[in-house]
């Protein structure tokens, strides 16, 4: 529970065990702090400190642990005094690439909540629930990126109130592309094809392209038939006049598509990371994480990405896994991304970006604690590789994916998520397949970037509302959504779709 220096406001410490405050504002040097710490109930600042940053309510020696979290997030050094700002000078990694695990379940076991909520869905034929009624516009290849975009734009002016949106789905890909390669970029548009927020999908080939279409369209498990188009441009006459009969034959299908009230249980949320700060872990993924812990409550499911992001802190997500085998498959996720930095001579370590480290995040491992805090206190059930859908139902997945914006995010609207959290300290415009909620850390970028940003979540730094009280209004809002109120990126028409490439291209 984060706890304040409740006589100015101007320091947050997250957790008891830690021997480091969080600065709200940029404090000065010679300032008066006072905190709840046993150990400095008051003192001064050494130094000038950033909004952000970290600052020492105890001695540190060197080498000595710097506690955030009530985790380590690294070791000083060199002697740390209380006051001083604690930043890349003076605390470094502990992460080498050479780390073991564990088995040793720690999580909490949460009961189901009574009193269901409900939104307003669209129940698929294959019983899962989507909450658009779109028409998705997929490319085997990117060869035909064009095509799909004028078919969608077309679309749009010709039927505005028959779908809710006509989204081509573009990428660079499908041709010349070998091994992992063209098996991402298949997998990951095969799962995009079965959202169910796609009321009717639209496959559109070049003909001669590696990621050939029958192979494509035969390779989908589950596919409802009624609801999928597809064609070779080389083998038709018009490309453009062929898709719009197709989107016409795919609107037929859906005219009797009709929202209905069903149990939020039918939910599932992806949670992502984008452009931390210093305060992200302390106010907009902890909302996130209470997000979390009711959705699976409830008998929800959430789905939690970015393993790179989890380095420094995979320990405390293994202890969650609700078995030996999901464990394994913890370990397994975690170490094949670390072979992958190893692969191409990466240092594992080399994290946060420049922008996360002026927000204040120093370590890996405090990225990775601040940001893992998205998938609340939940049981790790499901664990799916890159491009895979979940089965659904009530629990916690991790997905493999990087943390890149674009492909982390496409990665879990593939993997089934109707809708993203998406926490930022420093704001993007991007948006994604399905709606993007775009959740400020800080109230300076809630106000600044009002169009990029759904909600805000620097109302706990402005003394406004506690954690509870901002996650409860951020589940309505959730629930909004999934009723039909558009985010911030639909609004805008900002919608990306990006693959992961990590191969060889002819």
């Known amino acids: 529970m984060l706890k304040s220096d409740k006589a100015t406001r101007k320091t947050l410490k997250v957790h008891s065990d830690d021997n480091v405050v969080v600065s709200i504002f940029a404090l000065s040097s010679g300032e008066v702090i006072n905190t709840e710490s046993p150990s400095a109930q008051s003192f001064r600042l050494k130094q000038d400190v950033p909004a952000g940053h970290k600052i020492a309510i105890c001695n540190i020696k060197k080498n000595e642990h710097v506690y955030k979290y009530g ?17 890349s000078h003076n605390l470094s990694t502990q992460l080498n690439g050479s780390e073991t695990y564990t088995f040793k379940q720690d999580f909490v076991d949460t009961n189901s909540l009574s009193n269901m909520p409900t939104f307003e ?11 658009r009624n779109e028409i998705w516009i997929v490319n085997t290849v990117g060869c035909v990126n064009n095509a799909a975009r004028r078919i969608a734009d077309m679309c749009k002016k010709a039927y505005p109130e028959k779908a809710d949106d006509y989204i081509a789905q573009t990428h660079p890909f499908g041709c010349s592309q070998l091994g992992d390669d063209l098996n991402n970029t298949r997998k990951v548009l095969q799962s995009l094809v079965l959202n169910p927020n796609a009321g009717g ?27 999928i188009r597809f ?25 009797d598509d009709k929202r209905e009230t069903v149990p939020v249980s039918e939910l599932t949320l992806g949670m992502k990371c984008g452009g931390s700060d210093g305060f992200s872990g302390l106010t907009a993924n902890a909302i996130v994480g209470r997000i979390s812990d ?39 996720l975690v170490q094949e991304f670390k072979d992958y930095f190893i692969k191409n001579n990466q240092p594992i370590y080399e994290n946060p970006s420049p922008g996360n480290k002026a927000g204040g995040l120093t370590t ?51 993997a089934g998520a109707n809708m993203v959290l998406f926490t930022t300290g420093r704001g993007t415009p991007l948006g994604f397949p399905v709606p993007t909620v775009k959740i400020s850390s800080n109230s300076d970028l809630a106000t600044r970037k009002r169009h990029w940003i759904d909600f805000n979540a620097g109302a ?47």
């Open 71 to 87: 985790f380590s997030i690294g070791k000083a050094t060199q002697d740390i005094a209380i006051g001083e700002h604690i930043h």
């Open 201 to 227: 999908v639209l496959v559109i080939g070049l003909g001669c392209e590696n990621n050939q279409l029958d192979a494509f369209i035969n390779g989908i498990d589950g596919l409802d038939t009624s609801r």
């Open 121 to 131: 869905g669209y129940r698929r034929s294959n019983g899962k629930v989507g909450i």
């Open 294 to 332: 009711k959705l699976t409550q409830y008998g929800g499911r959430v789905i939690l990405t970015e393993t790179p992001e989890m380095f420094g802190a995979e320990q405390v997500l293994m202890d969650r896994a609700n078995s030996k085998v999901t464990y394994d498959k913890i370990v397994a």
């Open 460 to 506: 706990i730094l402005d003394a406004q509302q506690n954690i509870d009280e901002c996650a409860n209004d951020l589940f309505s809002y959730i629930l909004d959504v999934a009723s039909g109120r558009l985010t911030r990126n639909e609004e805008n028409d900002n919608r990306e779709i990006a693959i992961w490439k990590s191969g060889v291209t002819l």
């Open 231 to 255: 064609f070779n441009s080389q083998q038709v006459d018009d490309e453009i006049e062929e898709g719009m009969r197709h989107v016409e034959a795919l609107l037929a299908v859906m005219a």
């Open 364 to 414: 890996l491992e405090e990225k990775s604690l601040g940001a893992i805090q998205k998938g609340g206190q939940a049981e790790v059930n499901e664990v799916i590789a890159y491009g895979e859908s979940t089965a659904g139902g009530r629990g916690l997945t991790l997905l493999q994916a990087p943390g890149n914006d674009a492909v982390s995010s496409t990665a879990l609207a593939a």
